[in-house]
């Protein structure tokens, strides 16, 4: 959470992670808990500005060990995720909101804040909503409107809209392609009804209140 990877070298500057300036700026900086030099003159820095990472160094073979990958739910992007397997893992959380089970990453992985509005948005269910009161064609249309989202993200380098480049110098930009998130105020692409910002599991939210109704 809010933090960085940052790879620079005489041929190339990559960094990945939460945009601020430690990502574009002289490094290391007051963020910066571990740097690693290389023969070649190059240098990994990992920056956690809220002191919530770690970095372990382990064997390649012993890192599906570790505690945190025992834990981690699919990729919904695998290929052999399919929406059933979708609907088991949400149910396992059941009496929870839709919106706290999407961003739980021990049900499913890479699914933040942005990419959950994004497709509950899409599939016209509110965030609020319990797993338990979602029938399966609802979640059958969430998990593709799921993998719509990601797949466009992918393809359109990421949401980091401030300070953030990537290798080839580019910003990522699906927020200029979002239909939902960080829209409060505009009106709904669907409806016309004007979206509004709400607060659900603890994130702020971003819901059309007529194509997305909480019972």
Same mark, same amino acid.
């Given at each position: 959470?809010?933090?960085?990877?940052? +790879?620079?070298?005489?041929?190339?500057? +990559?960094?990945?992670?939460?945009?601020?300036?430690?990502?574009i700026g002289k490094l290391p900086d007051k963020s910066t808990r571990v740097s690693i030099k290389f023969k070649d003159g190059s240098n990994l820095f990992f920056n956690d500005q809220r002191k919530f990472g770690w970095m372990k160094l382990v064997p390649t073979a012993e890192v599906v060990n570790l505690d945190f990958f025992k834990k981690v739910g699919p990729e919904p992007l695998s290929a052999d995720f399919k929406w059933k397997d979708f609907e088991k893992r949400l149910l396992r959380r059941k009496n929870s909101s839709i919106k706290a089970v999407l961003l739980d990453q021990s049900v499913i992985a890479g699914v933040g804040n942005i990419y959950a509005d994004e497709s509950l948005w899409g599939a016209k269910i509110h965030p609020k909503k319990l797993v338990k009161q979602l029938k399966s064609p609802e979640i059958h249309k969430l998990y593709d409107e799921l993998i719509l989202v990601l797949k466009l993200a992918i393809e359109k380098g990421g949401s980091?809209?401030?300070?953030?480049?990537?290798?080839?110098?580019?910003?990522?930009?699906?927020?200029? +392609?979002?239909r939902v998130f960080h829209r409060q105020g505009e009106p709904c692409f669907r409806c016309g009804n004007i979206i509004i910002k709400i607060r659900v599991a603890g994130r702020g939210t971003h819901i059309c209140p007529i194509c997305q109704i909480e019972t």
């Open positions: 959470m809010t933090g960085q990877l940052v +790879f620079r070298s005489r041929i190339i500057d +990559f960094g990945a992670g939460h945009p601020n300036d430690s990502l980091t809209d401030k300070n953030y480049i990537n290798a080839e110098g580019k910003r990522g930009s699906y927020l200029d +392609f979002a």
